[in-house]
């Protein structure tokens, strides 16, 4: 089972920034991708960042030059450095690993609980 915590939201003024950290834990044998992706009210959850078999990175283009994705392997920990807010970043974010746990294995999908970003004067 893979465990996956985020924490960093909070409540910042447009213009401002915020760091996101998801804290990866269990028995991870492959991750085939890990991204953040986020729900505001009454909206559909999207991708925002994604770093694709560790190489390859994928922006949506609402956050592109003003976001970036990051992730320290000796930590397990992905980061998502986010500049420039803006109030329509306001959404839950979501930190998602597409992973095997076992060689050979199928990839299953996990989920964090998420973290709430509100960005407001």
């Known amino acids: 089972q893979v465990q996956l915590v985020e924490s960093g939201g909070g409540l910042v003024q447009p213009g401002g920034s915020l760091r996101l950290s998801c804290a990866a834990s269990g028995s991870i044998f492959n991750i085939d991708s890990m991204g953040w992706y986020r729900q505001a009210p009454g909206k559909q959850r999207g991708m925002v960042a994604n770093?694709?078999?560790?190489?390859?990175?994928d922006y949506a283009g609402s956050v592109k030059g003003r976001f970036t994705i990051s992730r320290d392997n000796a930590k397990n920990t992905l980061y998502l450095q986010m500049n420039s807010l803006k109030p329509e970043d306001t959404a839950v974010y979501y930190c998602n690993y597409l992973a095997r746990t076992v060689v050979g294995g199928p990839i299953f999908s996990y989920w964090g609980q998420g973290t709430q970003v509100t960005v407001s004067a």
């Open positions: 770093i694709i078999r560790g190489v390859s990175q």
